[in-house]
């Protein structure tokens, strides 16, 4: 119990001093660019009820859900196909990096004429951009397995889908959820980008119009509403990663007492 408070203590310190030092510095702010805290909360309320929500919210998580499960199952895909056979690796290897180098922002208006301006435009830029911190983080832990336990597994007879499942995606897990990690990061930026293009909806596109229409505290409310998302999603992301690495965290807390 005195952990878990512990733990509530670090992670809600520090948000709740720079929400304070918000609201104080921002209290007689009579700047149209930069308004009150309190004003801005006072439009959050009432800017993002129930008709927002499934109208902008929703469809955003949709999008981004759609886009970074694409990723996931390319990029981990790819990354044990390349990271298990060396030559697929040195023929490949040029074109990643070319790849990779490429921001996914500026694939935006050359996706959008092969994919048109709906949602589908939207879910590819989402998952061109995430693939490459799974499909690369994924490369480097297949190629990082354990020479030992393979050859181990090896002499038990272990190949194809078993060796697959009981070794080298256990081995190569950790890694792959560092990818998985920051590619969740950069699927939030590019939901965004993505719909601020040719959009009808989405966080966006919502945040952009509050901006042209000079409604500032409402634009300041979905940005606020956009770091709530990405806690929110960082903190899922965290539950699953512990509940699909215990063991990797048991065996480094077991090293560390």
């Not at 000079?214 to 634009?219: D, G, K, L, R, T």
Request: aromatic content about 10%; charged content about 15%; some cysteine.
């Amino acid at each position: 119990m005195r952990r878990a408070l512990r733990n509530l203590f670090y992670a809600l310190a520090l948000p709740t001093v720079l929400v304070a030092v918000w609201w104080f510095a921002s209290d007689g702010s009579g700047s149209v660019f930069f308004p009150p805290l309190r004003t801005i909360l006072e439009a959050f309320g009432a800017v993002w009820t129930g008709d927002r929500l499934t109208g902008d919210v929703l469809p955003s998580v949709l999008r981004l859900a759609g886009g970074y499960l694409t990723a996931v199952v390319l990029g981990v895909g790819l990354g044990v196909l390349i990271g298990s056979y060396r030559s697929v690796r040195a023929i490949t290897e040029p074109v990643l990096e070319f790849l990779r180098a490429v921001p996914p922002p500026v694939m935006v208006p050359v996706i959008m004429l092969f994919a048109g301006i709906g949602d589908t435009m939207k879910i590819v830029v989402i998952a061109v951009g995430c693939v490459w911190p799974i499909l690369l983080n994924t490369v480097e832990g297949v190629r990082a397995v354990d020479s030992v336990l393979s050859e181990t597994t090896r002499s038990y007879g272990l190949r194809g889908a078993a060796r697959l499942r009981h070794l080298v995606l256990p081995s190569a897990g950790p890694q792959i959820f560092a990818g998985l990690r920051q590619a969740l990061s950069i699927g939030i930026i590019l939901m965004v980008i993505s719909e601020m293009f040719a959009a009808s909806n989405g966080l966006g596109f919502t945040i952009v119009q509050f901006q042209r229409s000079f409604a500032i505290p409402e634009m300041w409310s979905g940005v606020i509403l956009l770091g709530l998302l990405g806690f929110l999603l960082s903190l899922l992301f965290k539950m699953a990663e512990r509940r699909a690495l215990a063991w990797y965290h048991g065996l480094r807390k077991s090293l560390r007492s």
